[in-house]
């Protein structure tokens, strides 16, 4: 069995939240100043702007909600939507090898955002992690973030 670790993160989960309110929530207020790539009304996808990977998105429900099974029916097709359009537009800009999707529901499970749930969709290339996590605490991400921003944006 293989393992993702990502020690440098716990620099943000343990770090105080300096954001009043909800990031997803606050999002929308501001969508390109915060990264917003896109909106059907339902839910939206924004980047992570504490990225395990270049292009790291979040796609949420619009709606502040927390659980997956509070979650209404057209909330769970619009999200599954929003993933897979999401996937497109990575595989047509970044053209990764592979992806990693998941929900971290809970403090027990990893969630940094207990509140709001959302969906990870993190794109993968093979040797995409090194030596520089593990020595220095230091993750290298080759491209800035509004950069990708643009990109990614352009291709939505």
Do not use: Q
Not at 7 to 16: D, N, Q, V
Not at 108 to 116: E, K
């Amino acid at each position: 069995m293989d393992f993702l670790y990502a020690p440098w993160r716990i620099k943000y989960i343990e770090s105080p939240k300096r954001e009043e309110g909800c990031i997803f929530c606050n999002a929308l207020l501001e969508p390109e100043k915060r990264y917003v790539l896109g909106d059907d009304g339902i839910s939206m996808v924004i980047m992570n702007i504490f990225p395990y990977n270049p292009g790291h998105l979040m796609v949420a429900p619009v709606r502040h909600v927390g659980n997956f099974t509070d979650l209404t029916n057209d909330e769970i097709i619009s999200l599954g939507r929003m993933v897979k359009k999401s996937m497109d537009v990575l595989n047509k800009t970044m053209k990764p090898e592979g992806f990693n999707i998941g929900i971290n529901l809970g403090l027990a499970a990893g969630a940094g955002i207990r509140d709001h749930m959302h969906i990870h969709v993190v794109p993968r290339w093979c040797g995409d992690t090194n030596f520089m996590p593990v020595t220095a605490e230091t993750k290298v991400l080759g491209e800035a973030l509004d950069e990708l921003y643009l990109k990614l944006k352009n291709n939505w």
